[in-house]
Structures are given as structure tokens and as C-alpha cells.
């Protein structure tokens, strides 16, 4: 990640923020309760709700549709490999290793919140979040791909704001967003190395 400093030191910095706020709370639904309290409002909802969409499959395909016009054969297989790589892990974690995880809304009372009573939240399967996950390991190849530096602040911004509103929109804990930012770009850089590696490598001669 040191040749995308203006990508990971901000990536970083939020992770580590992240976990020195839920140093002040023993409890995470007190900090989730915090956090809602404290920046809540319905109109900021629909915001993140539009940007929690940030971190869906339809970005990866527009990418690799954009990449296969340019014939950047190497880069779509990137965001291909990394995509079903990143979905397949994050549904292994979710479903098996952690299950069932839940949710701030499975422990949550919605009497506790501001929440609208119609609205429709997922109960489990909380940890990693896959849109952040999604988001990190999208947003980090496109900082890899194009490093010039206002690209990479972009780049981490978009990152962090799906984040962001993964917990504004109490669909995860803070720590599952964590989670899935370390394991986005732990992606990202996998997907890259092995990329970089396999086109170094000779064709076999028959």
C-alpha cells in the first residue's frame, strides 16, 4: 500500500479511528446507540442510503465492461477475480464462521431508535459487512490502477463513506466495518500481487 499513500494512509487512519472510538464505549450497542443519536436524520438516511450502493456488485461490472472496451484484459481480470474472491470469502465468513452474527437491529429494540417503523433491516449475518468489503476492494484497485494523488483521496473517500453508512443505516456494527476494510484491501493487494506476478511470467514453450 506504500505506492498508494494517498489511498491508504486515509483508509487507515479511519480503521484506527474506528477502533479508538469503541475504546470509550465497553459496550457496542452503546456506541451504536451513540453514533445514531448523534448524527441521525431521515433525509441523511436517504444519503447514505444512495451511497451505501457504492459497495454493490454493478460498479465491479461497469468497471470490467469499461476495461474490456479499452482491451485492459489484465485489469477487468482484476476487478473479476477480486469480486469473486471478495463475495465468496465475505459469505464463507459470514455464513459459517461467524454465523449468525447478529445485526444492531437483531439486539436493538427499534423503540430505541429513530428509526421509521417501516423500514426493512437485515437481523444477521453482521460480521464483515460485505458492502464495505465490496467498496474497499473496489475502491483500492481503482487507486492502484490510476495513482495519480486527487484520484486516490476519491478513491478512499468513497471507501470510507459506504462505510460510514453501513452504520448510519444500522445495518452493521462498527467492527464489521472494520473488518471489511482490512479484508477489502487485503483483497485488493492479493488480487494485484498475483496479477503483476503472472504477467511477468514466460509463456511455456511447447
Known amino acids: 500500500m506504500k505506492n498508494i499513500p494517498y489511498f491508504s494512509i486515509p483508509a487507515v487512519l479511519f480503521v484506527m479511528a474506528c477502533g479508538i472510538f469503541l475504546s470509550f464505549f465497553p459496550d457496542k450497542v452503546e456506541a451504536q446507540l451513540a453514533l445514531h443519536y448523534s448524527w441521525y436524520s431521515p433525509r441523511g438516511y436517504t444519503w447514505m442510503d444512495f451511497i451505501t450502493g457504492l459497495g454493490e456488485g454493478p460498479m465491479f461490472v461497469l468497471v470490467i465492461i469499461v476495461y474490456a472496451f479499452q482491451n485492459a ?5 482484476e476487478f473479476v477475480a477480486a469480486g ?9 465468513l459470514k455464513k459459517l464462521v461467524f454465523a449468525p452474527s447478529p445485526r ?11 428509526l421509521a417503523t417501516d423500514l426493512e433491516l437485515p437481523f444477521q449475518f453482521a460480521f464483515p ?6 467498496a474497499f476492494v473496489f475502491f483500492t484497485l481503482i487507486a492502484l490502477h490510476w495513482r495519480r494523488p486527487a484520484i486516490q483521496v476519491f478513491a478512499a473517500f468513497c ?30 493487494l492479493v488480487v494485484t500481487t498475483v496479477s503483476k506476478r503472472l504477467q511477468k511470467k514466460p509463456l511455456t514453450q511447447k
Open 73 to 77: 484484459w489484465w485489469r477487468a481480470g
Open 159 to 188: 471507501a470510507m463513506a459506504v462505510a460510514v453508512s453501513r452504520v448510519y443505516l444500522m445495518a452493521h456494527w462498527i467492527t464489521d466495518v472494520m473488518a471489511g476494510a482490512v479484508l477489502g484491501m487485503s483483497i485488493a
Open 104 to 114: 444492531p437491529m437483531g439486539i436493538i429494540q427499534w423503540s430505541q431508535t429513530q
Open 84 to 92: 469473486i474472491l471478495s463475495s465468496s470469502l465475505v459469505q464463507l
Open 129 to 134: 459487512s460485505g458492502h464495505t468489503t465490496t
